[in-house]
């Protein structure tokens, strides 16, 4: 089953607040970390190779990746924003939690609500460096009301 489009996830990461619904901790938009990792090589900013490249990565960037969960209770008939809980790449890996939301035998922690410090994931900052994802930088334009 494919994921939901990239619209569909940062106005899910956004209604969350760009926080992790399993463990509360702020996520980041991986496209602009690899951007990052790209003008500025060898700072720990991003490393394609998951779990193997923890080591190589700052420890407040490692396994903080935005990520959706699919809720396999949920029907199809639901609107695809209510079928996906976001969360981050060290839950979606390591925590039992996530099964257990996956398949609603728990429900997933509230939405923080209001996001008080405008917490972007650094997603607007994905347009602002060089080479945005032109796939990614519309749904981010749509998804914020941006040009």
């Not at 619209?7 to 990052?36: N, S, Y």
């Not at 917490?119 to 334009?141: N, Q, S, Y």
Request: net charge negative; with cysteine.
């Amino acid at each position: 089953m494919a994921g939901p489009s990239e619209l569909g996830r940062i106005t899910l990461w956004k209604g969350d607040g760009w926080h992790c619904r399993v463990c509360g901790r702020p996520m980041f938009f991986a496209p602009a970390l690899e951007q990052l990792e790209g003008l500025n090589p060898g700072h720990g900013y991003f490393h394609g190779h998951g779990n193997e490249g923890d080591d190589l990565m700052l420890p407040l960037f490692a396994r903080c990746w935005a990520m959706a969960i699919h809720l396999s209770h949920a029907g199809p008939e639901e609107p695809e924003e209510s079928r996906y809980v976001s969360c981050c790449w060290e839950c979606m890996v390591t925590r039992p939690a996530v099964n257990d939301i996956r398949h609603g035998r728990t429900a997933p922690p509230p939405p923080l609500g209001d996001n008080r410090t405008g917490w972007d994931g650094f997603c607007l900052l994905h347009l602002a460096l060089p080479d945005p994802k032109p796939r990614w930088a519309k749904a981010i334009r749509a998804a914020y009301g941006l040009a």
